[in-house]
């Protein structure tokens, strides 16, 4: 019997939804759908009733889930002793990353790595997207996490196609507005709604720059961009005194520090419509092998992705 099944059972558990499961787990979804199938079989009975928007579990498989989280549990827990003993020695490992990474609930699973293996070296490198693709492909990092543009791979695919990606969250364009705007109480806006406004924005030649100009651009507009910066908190606080409108991605509002707005946020976050959707990654070199710390670390980020989560849900 595969251990790891019983991983890939608690993960669907967790969602009910074999295609979020699947991108929790970076695996296929036929993979993920073959691999419980096959647990069941050997189970002897089946551990969800499947519809065609969602899972639930049986009876039988209620009675079994608690089992799968301490097989789960166990399992990393004597993977991450092996791993530790036999890599005592092992060169540094280099990941770069985007910026606000306690947003995205990195900086939580960095230091969780490097707690659960003391005796590995990691190295951090915050990067923009482009640049970080570059550290990749030149070898000065093993690992980044990278978010996807249309621009980028428009402008080298080539670059693209030498990276495998795993899909790690989505994000989708938020207006950013001060909470006397007009528009506060919108459902959505379409990107004309905002032409003729101050925007804030992330500093020329970042990927939420181009992302954004390129949005408004196909909109009809040019924004007129008042301010710019990679403090997140700077340019939330321009949109704060109403100086300016801003256009972010939703896991840019996820206060690391949950921070308690009251009755009177300060700004108001309203979806773009229709969506604009970009994609973080957790990107290696296709065709090379990985280092035993790069292997491990990407198999830490299955375990604990759930947990990621759940942290930049709060």
Known sequence: MEISYFREFVVLAETRNFGEAAERLFIG??????????LETQLGQPLFVRTSRKVDLTPFGEVMLPYAQSIARLQYEYETA???FCNRDTAPLEIATIPVMAHYGLIDALMQFKQDHPSLQVNIHEADSLVARELLLDRTCELVFY???QAYMERDPEKERQMVKLPFVTDRLLAVLPPEHPLCEAAGLELSQLEGESFAMFPPGTLPYNVCMRACQEAGFLPNVI?????LEAILDTVRRGSCVALLFTHHMNFPHRVDFGDHPPFVE???VPAIKTSLYLCHRKGEPLSAAAAYFIEYCKQVKTRFDETAAN
């Open 227 to 231: 301010f710019t910066s990679n403090n």
């Open 82 to 84: 092996a791993f530790n």
């Open 147 to 149: 978010r996807e543009s």
């Open 270 to 272: 309203v979806p773009v």
């Open 29 to 38: 979804q036929s993979s993920l759908s073959k691999h419980i199938k096959t």
